[in-house]
């Protein structure tokens, strides 16, 4: 009789234990299948099921090949074959859903043995992916959007770290520095610029944001070596300098640079070169622990895996309160998820399952002392009649995946920031309806709007706020990068209206995007109405000046005429030498005017005129011989040390140094009369130095000989000035012999060569 009472109380445990592992198993937060060795499914829990959408009769009895493709059955083959070799494996796996979706997974496949060591079949976890790999696409989707609309700034950009040294530089940024590669400037400081003024230093330093103005020398960058630059001279910036990282009164993060050059007929290119970040997200492979408790939330059971979780081993963890396991800001959360469920379990007499209630998020203690982020499913377990008698849950690591959230969330405030503080308008409009789906601050600026208001336009008044003449250009131009033609690399010109009714000139990009997985026109704008209506007034007043010029020319020519007639007459009829001397003076003084006229109409297309590889010693010869046949009566003494000096420059060229020489030998009231003239090479360039030994030019006509306002130069000097303006050159005078200015003036002219010759050197 006691034996009879022992077997029937073990076979009791029996199916207890079998209960109990299989509550587990269907309480999983993965799927579990077994197969047998011909492939069939024996057993699929009901999370298997759901994930896939089928019933547990519509999958058991069916081969594991049924549920995949052609290309993912290899996979399962080659994975079976590692099974009845009795190899386990992880590898990953579309399945093929009821609704013939494809469901991205993992698979931790362990063969299964009979008692004689006989392969009979697998058993497998599966983790869904699915959320992981949405996860990935939306944050390299974003990443993209936002690197395109970085690569598509006209502005210069760049930014430094809270040090300020240089990280990152778009291509404008590198065109406005003469700079060929991002490499030659990466390292340089904002704060050793020494075209930034050190009151604008001192306010970046205590986080104040800057605009300024500033000519931007580029010989105080290459006088002090912080960086290989092409270009040379002086070039005007509006700069827009912004502290990153202190709007919660945060310790200053870096600084955002906008560059913007205003000097005349400068253009910044659309295009760019990013050095920013790849992001990757590496597939979850976590381990799950699987514990059930008492109500009181005391452990009774945890899986082995919590040694790989939390660095206890899963006896050391029986008895323990999950509350001390727990963050103290996760105690409260695990307390009223637990209260809550009790309370629902009043009103309701259905059957809890796992999945009713969505997981929780747990912060775990180590053994270590660390902390670990863990997403907890869980369910009650219950007694014969459906009661609640303790907690069933498993514990999966979020750690990668909160990283990935936290990583996506700084990377959408980085480029929000940026697009934010964007002096350019950024706008992304969805065509069919024609909606404005984005705009930042710049572009509803431009339209005294605020974003608000673009976002809640209608398509009549969206179409109202441009130009009726620009209406079908731009609607045509949608509709063509809708249909997939590439962006533009010159801007489209549109007219647009303020809420005033006040007109605005836009420079435009556009290109297609997916926004919010819909095909949308990302759209970059520029203000540029001070710009066109200061070219249209410059224009304008060219136009007068080169009127008037035309006008005196041909109104003073005819006068002149008049006096050199009138001379003639008097010349044949004056017998006083004195007199007849006098009438000389008035002849040479009417041909000085004729001939100044002519100077000015000879330049009167200078600036309109390309610049070419022009022989710098060739020129030079030539304008010294026509010198010497015109002047026999002065000495010249030449020495020219650059040959083949190639610079680029135009048919003024002869001009330039003609004006010089000339002004060396007219002003030269010496006996003998002597100029000197030689060529050499300085820097990057070449001077031409012209001197003479007439009287000299005191100090103070120095220094304003060059100043178009005073006139203190005459007509070839100043014409010399613009030439060498135009040339990227510079002129200036000084003593012959230092400090003796009655010795005679000379003249230097620095010319850079040209580009290909600096690129052979």
């Known amino acids: 009789m006691k034996d009879l009472e022992a077997v029937t109380?073990?076979?009791?445990?029996?199916?207890?234990?079998?209960?109990?592992?299989?509550?587990?198993?269907?309480?999983?937060?993965?799927?579990?299948?077994?197969?047998?060795?011909?492939?069939?499914?024996?057993?699929?829990?009901?999370?298997?099921?759901?994930?896939?959408g089928y019933s547990e009769e519509e999958m058991v009895g069916k081969k594991i090949l049924d549920f995949v493709d052609d290309k993912n059955k290899k996979i399962i083959r080659d994975n079976i074959r590692h099974r009845?070799?009795?190899?386990?494996?992880?590898?990953?796996?579309?399945?093929?859903?009821?609704?013939?979706?494809?469901?991205?997974?993992?698979?931790?496949?362990?063969?299964?043995?009979?008692?004689?060591?006989?392969?009979?079949?697998?058993?497998?976890v599966i983790t869904d992916i699915s959320e992981l790999r949405a996860s990935q696409m939306a944050l390299e989707e974003n990443a993209e959007m936002m690197r395109q609309i970085f690569d598509e700034s006209q502005i210069g950009i760049e930014l430094f770290d809270a040090n300020g040294i240089l990280v990152a530089a778009n291509r404008a940024a590198l065109k406005q520095g003469g700079i060929k590669e991002l490499k030659d400037l990466l390292g340089f400081s904002l704060f050793d610029d020494p075209n930034v003024p050190n009151e604008i230093k001192a306010k970046l330093i205590r986080g104040e944001p800057v605009k300024y103005e500033t000519t931007f020398d580029f010989e105080k960058v290459k006088a002090e070596g912080l960086y290989e630059t092409t270009r040379s001279g002086q070039i005007i910036l509006d700069a827009w300098i912004t502290p990153l990282g202190i709007e919660n009164g945060g310790e200053i993060k870096g600084y955002l640079s906008q560059l913007l050059e205003i000097t005349e007929e400068k253009q910044t290119e659309a295009a760019l070169e990013d050095s920013e970040k790849r992001y990757q997200?590496?597939?979850?492979?976590?381990?799950?622990?699987?514990?059930?408790s008492d109500l009181e939330l005391n452990v009774t059971y945890v899986s082995p895996s919590a040694e790989h979780l939390l660095g206890y081993m899963a006896k050391e963890l029986e008895g323990v309160?999950?509350?001390?396991?727990?963050?103290?800001?996760s105690v409260w959360t695990a307390i009223e998820a637990v209260k809550e469920a009790l309370e629902l379990e009043k009103v309701s007499d259905q059957t809890k399952t796992r999945g009713d209630a969505p997981p929780l998020e747990i912060q775990l203690k180590r053994k270590d002392g660390s902390m670990v982020w863990t997403e907890v499913a869980r369910t009650f377990t219950r007694d014969e009649k459906g009661k609640p008698t303790g907690v069933l849950g498993v514990a999966r690591n979020i750690e990668e995946r909160r990283e990935a959230r936290k990583a996506l969330v700084e990377s959408e405030a980085k480029y929000r920031t940026l697009i934010d503080h964007s002096l350019q308008g950024f706008l992304i409009i969805q065509t069919a309806p024609l909606q404005i789906r984005f705009s930042n601050p710049a572009f509803a600026t431009y339209l005294e709007r605020s974003v608000d208001e673009l976002l809640t336009l209608t398509p009549k008044e969206i179409l109202d706020l441009i130009h009726p003449d620009d209406r079908d250009l731009i609607l045509n131009r949608l509709q063509d990068l809708m249909k997939g033609a590439p962006p533009n690399?010159?801007?489209?010109?549109?007219?647009?209206?303020?809420?005033?009714?006040d007109m605005q000139w836009l420079e435009v990009f556009g290109r297609r995007i997916e926004f919010e997985e819909t095909p949308a026109i990302q759209v970059v704008a520029m203000n540029i109405t001070d710009r066109y209506d200061a070219e249209k007034h410059i224009e304008t007043q060219k136009e007068r000046a080169l009127h008037l010029i035309d006008l005196m020319a041909h109104d003073f020519r005819n006068q002149l005429q008049i006096i050199l007639g009138s001379t003639m007459v008097m010349e044949l009829k004056l017998q006083d030498p004195e007199a007849r001397r006098l009438l000389g003076q008035i002849v040479s003084s009417v041909e000085r005017c004729q001939s100044m006229i002519s100077k000015v109409k000879v330049t009167e297309p200078l600036m309109s005129v390309p610049l070419r590889i022009r022989k710098l010693d060739t020129a030079i010869d030539s304008v010294i011989e026509s010198q010497k046949s015109q002047h026999r009566d002065v000495s010249f003494e030449i020495s020219l040390d650059a040959d083949n000096s190639l610079v680029e420059a135009d048919q003024f060229l002869e001009q330039l140094l003609e004006n010089i020489i000339e002004n060396a030998i007219e002003h030269n009231h010496s006996d003998e009369r002597i100029v000197w003239i030689s060529l050499k090479e300085s820097g990057d360039g070449y001077e031409i130095s012209i001197g003479d030994n007439g009287q000299g030019i005191s100090s103070s006509l120095k220094t304003a000989?060059?100043?178009?306002?005073?006139?203190?130069?005459?007509?070839?000097?100043?014409?010399?000035?613009?030439i060498c303006d135009k040339y990227s050159g510079r002129i200036d005078v000084r003593d012959r012999i230092a400090g003796q200015p009655t010795k005679g003036a000379e003249f230097i002219v620095w010319l850079p060569k040209a580009r290909e010759q600096k690129n052979s050197s």
């Open 489 to 501: 690399r010159i801007p489209t010109i549109i007219r647009v209206f303020q809420k005033d009714g």
């Open 281 to 292: 997200l590496v597939a979850e492979n976590v381990t799950d622990v699987i514990f059930t």
């Open 84 to 124: 009845q070799e009795g190899e386990s494996t992880q590898y990953e796996v579309e399945w093929k859903k009821s609704s013939g979706d494809p469901l991205p997974a993992i698979v931790s496949g362990a063969p299964m043995f009979d008692e004689d060591g006989n392969h009979r079949g697998s058993f497998a």
């Open 705 to 722: 000989i060059f100043d178009v306002s005073r006139r203190y130069g005459g007509v070839g000097l100043n014409q010399s000035k613009q």
């Open 9 to 52: 109380n073990s076979t009791i445990s029996q199916e207890e234990e079998a209960s109990r592992y299989r509550a587990l198993v269907d309480s999983m937060n993965d799927g579990f299948g077994i197969i047998n060795r011909e492939g069939v499914f024996t057993y699929v829990n009901s999370r298997f099921t759901k994930m896939l």
């Open 321 to 329: 309160s999950l509350i001390e396991l727990m963050a103290p800001a």
